[in-house]
């Protein structure tokens, strides 16, 4: 079985200030770890993935196996930034099951 | 390109009625979703579709809801008859293996149920 967890519904920070969303997952096995976003009154899209370790906007997000983490970082939080945000998972084994976890608002304070 | 299209964008039903969802996904997304958005929740996977086959259909309540990929290209979602705890955003993504399977989801603007 593949579970992701955000423990955080809600998430205030104020412009400048460094942001962290976290994300811990259980899977056995190699998965591909996403962050999605979804601004208000858009549809959900995709943010990064950790295979392509990229800064997409600023944020990055490093996978950490041992912890079973995937960490959605910024150092600088700015108004835009504001929205929710899904950390996703993807398991191997021949098929494309993508597991979401609960989400986190995040709230960027001018 | 249009991205994927869904409708309604909103139904309100009364309970114990039907209701049926629409999507079309992306030309040549051969992989379909149907995801179960509640308030506050992330989305939940009701179904995928690889081409015309239900691939992975474990989460579908299969008593009340259905669904369809006629021809591999667009799919319908059913609920009959629908229930109060229907309410919900009904999510349709697609996805296609020739972008270097890099398992990025395209998600349409979702249909918004409230079932009265």
């Known amino acids: 079985a593949q579970r992701v967890t955000q423990p955080e519904k809600l998430l205030s920070v104020f412009k400048g200030a460094p942001v962290e969303l976290k994300c811990n997952y259980s899977?056995?096995?190699?998965?591909?770890l996403f962050w999605y976003v979804q601004y208000s009154r858009q549809r959900l899209q995709l943010l990064l993935r950790h295979i392509s370790r990229e800064s997409i906007k600023g944020f990055t997000a490093d996978l950490n196996k041992g912890e079973t983490s995937f960490h959605l970082k910024k150092p600088f939080a700015q108004e835009e930034d504001s929205a929710m945000y899904y950390c996703a998972l993807r398991g191997f084994g021949g098929y494309q099951k993508v597991t979401f976890g609960t989400g986190t608002k995040l709230q960027v304070i001018p | 390109e249009a991205g994927v299209v869904q409708s309604p964008r909103y139904k309100i039903i009364e309970k114990k009625q039907p209701v049926a969802f629409w999507c079309n996904p992306i030309s040549g997304h051969n992989t379909l979703y149907w995801y179960l958005q509640n308030l506050g929740q992330g989305p939940e996977l009701l179904i995928r579709?690889?081409?015309?086959?239900?691939?992975?259909d474990s989460q579908l309540p299969k008593d009340r809801f259905s669904a369809e990929r006629l021809k591999g290209v667009d799919s319908t979602l059913k609920i009959q008859p629908a229930e109060l705890g229907d309410s919900a955003v009904y999510l349709c993504?697609?996805?296609?293996?020739?972008?270097?399977?890099?398992?990025?989801?395209?998600f349409g603007e979702g249909s918004r149920l409230t079932v009265l």
């Open positions: 899977y056995s096995g190699s998965p591909e």
């Open positions: 993504a697609s996805s296609s293996p020739r972008q270097g399977n890099t398992g990025e989801l395209f």
């Open positions: 579709y690889e081409n015309e086959e239900a691939v992975d």
